[in-house]
Nanobody
Framework: QVHLVESGGGLVQEAGSLRLSCAASGSTFSMSGMGWYRQAPGKGRELVAR???????LYTDSVKGRFTISRDNVKNMLYLQMNSLKPEDTAMYCC?????????WGQGTQVTVSS
């Protein structure tokens, strides 16, 4: 059983920065694809960024150039550095762990960007 715990969210002013972290336990972390997703009130969940076992990254268009996803396979940690934050980035951010067909989700951390 994989357990994911996110942290680092909070309230920040527009143009500010936050760094989200996701700690994975019970996981073959280095062999798993990881991603950050977000869900704003009244909207569906959307992919923010993902990173493969080999370090290949993919970002949704709205965060390209502002957000950076990274992983530490020694510490079993996933990160999301978020810069130049906008009010439309306000959402619950969750990390996802995937090994083959099996997917696990964390509970999420709230990010609120004020204008």
């Amino acid at each position: 059983q994989v357990h994911l715990v996110e942290s680092g969210g909070g309230l920040v002013q527009e143009a500010g920065s936050l760094r989200l972290s996701c700690a994975a336990s019970g996981s073959t972390f280095s062999m798993s694809g990881m991603g950050w997703y977000r869900q704003a009130p009244g909207k569906g969940r959307e992919l923010v960024a993902r990173i493969s076992t080999g370090g290949y990254t993919l970002y949704t268009d709205s965060v390209k150039g502002r957000f950076t996803i990274s992983r530490d396979n020694v510490k079993n940690m996933l990160y999301l550095q978020m810069n130049s934050l906008k009010p439309e980035d306000t959402a619950m951010y969750c990390c996802r762990h995937q090994t083959g067909p099996i997917t696990y989700w964390g509970q999420g951390t709230q990010v609120t960007v004020s204008s």
